[in-house]
């Protein structure tokens, strides 16, 4: 069965700093894999996707993601961090058809001034 | 472009009563799918509707109901609501087939 794990419960950055969240996954076939972005009391907002081809892939907000295959991870990053990135950042894996897609836990992300 | 649409925002419900939750697609999107957000969790599935059908269901007890309609839009149904049922309910849309879904807002249930 799917499945996906956040190690990091809660991550605080400095404002300018760089950022990397992790996701690792369990799958039996090639993943599609996401990640999305919470804000406090919102839904979920797309920020990047992977489904096959360039194993690093560019997402809005100018975040980027590497999917690797040989780790089973597909961490998220981003080079400079601003205040507005403080969020709940959540790891997908889907399947074609996308029915039944697993979320991590979350990491939620504290940007200091 | 319209995107997911939730209604209500936020509720409340005492134990052993019934909630219905409505969601609007993105336009263009025909099939619909629910997830439930416990405080501090990822969502987790409950169903997907297509076709006015439940295409497929995680582990959710029957309680926990659905339906689609012709233009798309679903409603989430819950009976004999628990203290456990308190959570965000997400709405997320997307093409059959389509790997891609997009998430409404959501609805805050609370059951006191």
């Known amino acids: 069965a799917q499945s996906v794990t956040q190690p990091d419960i809660h991550i605080t950055v400095s404002e300018g700093a760089s950022l990397e969240l992790r996701c690792n996954y369990s799958?039996?076939?090639?993943?599609?894999l996401f990640w999305y972005v919470q804000s406090p009391g919102q839904g979920l907002q797309l920020l990047l996707k992977?489904?096959?081809?360039?194993?690093l892939v560019q997402g809005i907000k100018g975040f980027e993601a590497e999917f690797k295959r040989s780790q089973s991870s597909f961490n998220l990053r981003k080079p400079s961090v601003h205040w507005s990135d403080a969020a709940e950042y959540f790891c997908a894996v889907g399947a074609r058809n996308n029915n039944d897609m697993r979320f991590g836990a979350g990491t939620r992300l504290t940007v200091k001034p | 472009d319209a995107g997911v649409t939730q209604s209500p925002t936020h509720l409340i419900k005492t134990r052993g009563q019934q909630v219905t939750l409505r969601c609007s697609p993105k336009?263009?999107?025909?099939?619909v799918s629910w997830y439930q957000q416990a405080l501090g969790q990822g969502p987790q599935f409950i169903f997907q509707?297509?076709?006015?059908?439940?295409?497929q269901r995680g582990n959710f007890p029957d309680r926990f109901s659905g339906h689609q309609f012709p233009n798309y839009s679903s409603e989430l149904n819950v009976n004999a609501l628990l203290l456990g049922d308190s959570a965000l309910y997400l709405c997320a849309s997307s093409l059959q087939g389509g790997e891609t879904q997009y998430f409404g807002p959501g609805t805050r249930l609370l059951v006191l």
């Open positions: 509707y297509y076709e006015e059908e439940e295409r």
């Open positions: 992977y489904f096959s081809g360039d194993t």
């Open positions: 799958y039996g076939a090639t993943p599609y």
């Open positions: 336009s263009g999107h025909d099939t």
